[in-house]
């Protein structure tokens, strides 16, 4: 593709040119025809007609070649462009997968991304684009300099300097325009975020409820004027200067023009020379002009693709763990006085023991923002402890292997998400090895009670969730949490599952039920069970009361009571609650 593209570069760059020579050689033809025509012992009209008409023939090819290069031109370009554009946003997204979740919500790593994302398809083409149109031009300019060197070094000059400011204003307008859009990207970002809210299904119920289009309508527009004085600003003077030193550009082609006519009128060029040198000199300008703003172009685009190159070189941290295997095969889980700071934040878990041992199940408890979740983000490493460590069967977590470690643990969180796919692929997600098997969507629906009603589904476990693609079909919260729960059970590996708030959606029978099947189901496992229901709660072999990210009581459900402190006061509360 590349040697394709090098060689239409090539033809259409150096046609030109022949085409002006082609023109020359025509003119001067004809004048020289009629001149003969004119004489008294002038040939048959057909003879004097034949070279001429052979030069125009030849000038009707040269110009269909220039216009199948430009064609071929343009066809690589598109197919480049999506070839390219895919590329690089492949490389984003891969890089998206590396980074860890504390980087994902860093605003300023968000923001590069966004950029990145925003820019990725179109920049670096640009780029290639503007290479291969600086050269086809540089090319152009070459031939028509080489003809127009004859008529008068001079007049290259006078060429180069009519086009040399007007570049110099570009160069500078495009670092401004660049400043300008790094500067407004944060409130780019809130338009995309306001876009988002107002024209997506997930969120436009409570949208309409609230009434809350003309608000948050009239926050975008607020967001859009203000850019937009800025952006007119620059426009204008960008404009304004491309127009006044553009005419410069005119100028010096008329100034030109005159001096050709000039030396024409004394009898120093013919003709055709003079329709010749007008057409190089103008063509000469324009191509000297595509030169110099493609130029600038790559320069602008550099300063974008800096950005991308920023985000892509971003260091992540090192998975630097091997070990496959615990050092003591069977010690279960053991958080040893574990503390926790969010980047940049205060610290949330102070000092955290426990020890959890194969076949026996937790449970935490806690009001909203004890530090519950944040306990279980720390378990499966998407975080690690500022102080303290955990240790997972004998070795600390980070000395694990992340995959190994990874096929270990099955989490299922309280924002669990609910993919747009099919509902078997929903329940697939569970354990990639097994994304497409039918038979263990089944068996992991069947474990998580969702079997019965995918079953009654338009197209089984084939029908598409969600809004987003056609005949997608929407689920109830505890339809999805039974999703959620069965995407749990797709682990069939893991030996530890946790589930943070999985049945706040479920009628009371149904979630009965699912905690007397999780129990058969993970008897030899370990469990996390996260619940602000007590119902749920109290068979938990060891219960941990959370407060303010510290452990302020724990033991069994009977003697949580006995103790009658936290735990019994709270369970008090919701007992009367249902009497
Ligand atoms: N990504 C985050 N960055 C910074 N702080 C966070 C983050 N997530 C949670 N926090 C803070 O950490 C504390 C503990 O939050 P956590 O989500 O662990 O609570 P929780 O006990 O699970 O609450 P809930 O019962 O409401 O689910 C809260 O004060 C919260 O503000």
């Not at 004119?38 to 007609?49: F, G």
């Not at 969010?342 to 408890?365: C, D, M, N, R, W």
């Not at 994304?435 to 338009?458: L, N, Q, S, T, V």
Request: glycine share 8%.
């Amino acid at each position: 593709m590349m040697l394709g593209l090098a060689l239409c570069t090539l033809v259409a760059g150096v046609l030109p040119a022949v085409a002006a020579w082609v023109g020359q050689l025509i003119v001067d033809g004809v004048v020289a025809a009629m001149e003969v025509q004119k004489t008294t012992s002038a040939p048959p009209l057909a003879q004097s007609l034949a070279p001429v008409l052979w030069l125009v023939a030849l000038e009707g090819a040269v110009i269909g070649l220039i216009a199948m290069a430009q064609r071929g031109l343009d066809a690589q370009k598109s197919l480049l462009r999506a070839r390219l554009g895919h590329r690089v946003n492949v490389m984003i997204l891969q890089k998206a997968g590396t980074l860890s979740l504390a980087q994902f919500e860093d605003s300023e790593l968000y923001d590069k991304l966004t950029r990145a994302r925003r820019e990725a398809s179109t920049r670096p083409l640009g780029l290639v684009n503007k290479t291969f149109s600086l050269l086809q031009n540089a090319i152009s300019l070459g031939s028509f300099g080489v003809l127009l060197v004859q008529f008068s070094p001079w007049a290259l000059l006078i060429l180069v300097a009519g086009a040399l400011p007007v570049f110099v204003s570009e160069a500078k307008f495009s670092g401004e325009a660049f400043r300008l859009f790094r500067w407004r990207s944060p409130q780019s970002r809130m338009q995309m975020y306001l876009e988002t809210v107002l024209a997506r299904e997930d969120s436009i119920k409570e949208v309409k409820l609230f009434g809350l289009e003309g608000l948050f309508l009239q926050r975008y527009r607020a967001i859009f004027n203000r850019l937009f004085t800025e952006e007119r600003r620059l426009t204008l003077r960008r404009e304004g200067w491309g127009f006044a030193l553009g005419l410069l550009g005119t100028l010096t082609f008329y100034a030109a023009y005159g001096w050709v006519v000039v030396e024409t009128v004394a009898g120093a060029l013919t003709l055709g020379q003079m329709t010749m040198y007008l057409m190089v000199f103008k063509q000469g300008q324009s191509a000297l002009s595509a030169s110099l703003t493609a130029i600038s172009g790559m320069y602008e685009d550099n300063l974008y693709l800096s950005n991308l190159y920023e985000y892509l070189e971003q260091p992540v941290e090192e998975e630097a763990g091997t070990a496959t295997r615990g050092q003591t095969p069977g010690d279960g889980l053991r958080f040893e006085n574990v503390s926790f700071a969010y980047p940049g934040g205060k610290e949330v878990l102070h000092g955290i023991s426990l020890h959890l041992t194969p076949g026996q199940s937790l449970a935490l408890v806690g009001e909203n923002g004890s530090g519950k979740t944040t306990l279980i983000k720390l378990l499966t490493r998407l975080y690690s402890p500022t102080a303290g460590r955990i240790v997972l069967d004998g070795t600390d977590l980070r000395d694990w292997d992340a995959v190994a470690l990874r096929e270990r643990v099955g989490v299922i969180f309280q924002d669990f998400v609910r993919y747009q796919l099919p509902v078997g692929e929903n329940l697939g997600v569970g354990d990639t090895h097994a994304f497409d098997d039918e038979a263990r969507w089944k068996h992991a629906a069947r474990h998580g009670m969702a079997d019965d009603f995918i079953r009654d589904m338009p197209e089984g476990y084939h029908t598409q969730l969600g809004r987003w693609f056609k005949n997608g079909q929407e689920l109830s919260g505890g339809q999805w949490q039974k999703i959620a729960l069965s995407r749990a059970y797709m682990r069939e590996n893991a030996d530890i599952l946790v589930l943070d708030e999985p049945t706040a959606a479920m009628d009371p029978a149904a979630e009965a039920e699912v905690f007397s099947r999780f129990r058969q189901h993970s008897r030899d496992k370990m469990t996390i069970l996260i619940s602000h229901r007590f119902s749920t709660v109290r068979s938990a072999e060891q219960i941990l009361v959370v407060d303010a990210g510290r452990i302020i009581e724990r033991g069994t459900h009977a003697e949580l009571l006995a103790q009658n402190g936290r735990y019994a006061a709270l369970f008090r509360l919701q007992a009367r609650g249902y009497q």
